[in-house]
């Protein structure tokens, strides 16, 4: 427990990491079908 606060290479890796992540959520999700996709929005459709 001597290494509280991470050192500014970890925090890079780690940021690296993360948008990495957001990026292949966003891919996966834009490949859905728009049906599915729908469910990811966030405005409010107005096809009712």
């Known amino acids: 427990?001597?290494?509280i606060?991470?050192?500014m290479p970890e925090v890079l890796r780690e940021a690296i990491i993360v948008a990495?992540?957001?990026l292949i959520a966003?891919?996966?999700v834009?490949?859905?079908?728009?049906?599915y996709r729908d469910m990811?929005?966030?405005t409010p459709s107005n096809d009712k």
């Open 1 to 3: 427990m001597n290494k």
């Open 5 to 7: 606060i991470p050192t």
């Open 20 to 22: 990495a992540g957001a």
């Open 26 to 28: 966003a891919l996966v």
């Open 30 to 35: 834009r490949s859905l079908p728009q049906k």
């Open 40 to 42: 990811f929005s966030l």
